[in-house]
């Protein structure tokens, strides 16, 4: 098998915004995303999909720490992140370009 590279860099992250009325209706998790829950307020929450390689840069590891500490460690079901969603794509966009 030839594996071969795609011609465009794949978006480091995909905004979904979450919906009670309709669960079940979101997109399927791509291979090697990692959804997440962010915003600060419980309405304003947006499911977004974070590459698997950006969790090892600080910044996003300090906003891991913080849920941690908010959340707990034992967190069920998705990963919550108590932090403004634009803020945080904003942060994706500058660690993916370096």
Do not use: N, T
């Amino acid at each position: 098998m030839v594996w071969g590279r795609k011609d465009s860099e794949p978006l480091m992250y995909s905004k979904h915004l979450v919906d009670s009325g309709k669960r079940g209706m979101e997109e399927p998790i791509l291979k090697g995303y990692i959804p997440m829950l962010v915003g600060c307020e419980e309405g304003k929450v947006e499911r977004i999909l974070v590459h698997v390689r950006l969790l090892k840069d600080p910044s996003v590891a300090a906003l891991l720490e913080m849920a941690a500490i908010e959340f707990g460690y034992r967190q069920q079901g998705i990963l919550r992140v108590p932090w403004d969603a634009q803020q945080f794509r904003q942060m994706v966009d500058a660690v993916s370009k370096i």
